[in-house]
């Protein structure tokens, strides 16, 4: 068990919220009961992550996507109503971290593709530090790589086929990392992979001649907040479910 303000600002602290300039507010989102020993981990806060962190019954439900965005209206009306009305008769507490979870050099969801999809990680952007660079340690043809992604992400990714060369070099970028793949074209990379793709994406990839894999939104952002929520409850003896609300995007 661990006092709530306890743990927002332990985490608070060790993904540095501070210095970043997000979309959204990192950090305790709706304050709920005072005390945590059970956590739900999960990559969005819909209706159907909350209610099922609610059934656990969880104490915390711990997101990357939480329930406040910049652009979002202010009014909590109708489906918004729904999410808030039932986290706070609940009394469940939510946290969310956006940016400083896609960026934590260990915990992060960059780092966390790295390790399952055997990366070496070689260093990130200066000037958008969301996206990764790294290598493998031998080349590997792009049917290879589609396959490694559908075993460890569980989701077949949609190829670009820019070129016909193995891949050894590669930058990647989780979520909507489509939008930096254009700033990645001076490292000498081979293949480009995001959670999503737009449509001049592929005449980047074909006219750069580079691979580029869209492996899903939600499939390249479950295991941040998954790592997160398993660091918490071996440090604090806390009991940890990361559920996953299926996202074919
Ligand atoms: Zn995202």
């Known amino acids: 068990m661990i006092n709530r ?3 927002v600002s332990y985490v608070n602290k060790l993904l540095k919220i501070d210095i970043f300039h997000d979309y959204c507010p990192n950090g305790l989102q709706i304050e709920g009961k005072p005390s945590i020993q059970t956590i739900v981990t999960g ?14 019954p969880a104490d915390l439900m711990l997101v990357h996507h939480g329930l406040f965005w910049k652009k979002d209206p202010f ?3 109708g489906l918004k109503k729904a999410r808030f009305q039932k986290i706070l008769n609940a009394d469940l507490n939510v946290m969310a971290y956006h ?21 070496k990680v070689e ?3 200066i000037e958008e530090p969301y996206v990764w660079f790294g290598e493998f340690a031998e080349p590997i ?3 290879e790589f589609s396959q490694r992604i559908f075993e460890k992400l569980g989701r077949l990714p949609l190829h670009i086929a820019g070129t016909a060369r193995k891949i050894k070099k590669l930058a990647w970028c989780s979520g909507g990392g489509q939008s930096f793949f254009e700033k990645t074209l001076t490292l000498g990379i081979d293949c480009y992979f995001s959670g999503e793709i737009s449509e001049p994406t592929v005449h980047i990839a074909r006219e750069a001649e580079i691979h580029y894999f869209a492996a899903g939104h939600h499939a390249t952002e479950r295991y941040g907040v998954k790592a997160l929520g398993e660091h918490l409850a071996e440090k ?3 009991n940890h479910y990361f559920i996953d609300i299926d996202n074919p995007v």
């Open 75 to 77: 009014p909590i009306v």
């Open 99 to 119: 940016l400083p979870l896609d960026s934590h050099l260990e915990l992060g969801n960059n780092a966390q593709l790295a390790r399952f999809l055997s990366i």
């Open 5 to 7: 303000d306890e743990l």
């Open 141 to 143: 043809s792009a049917e």
């Open 43 to 56: 990559v969005t806060a819909n209706l159907a992550l909350i209610e099922k962190a609610i059934a656990q």
């Open 236 to 238: 604090f003896q806390l």
């Open 123 to 125: 260093g990130q952007l």
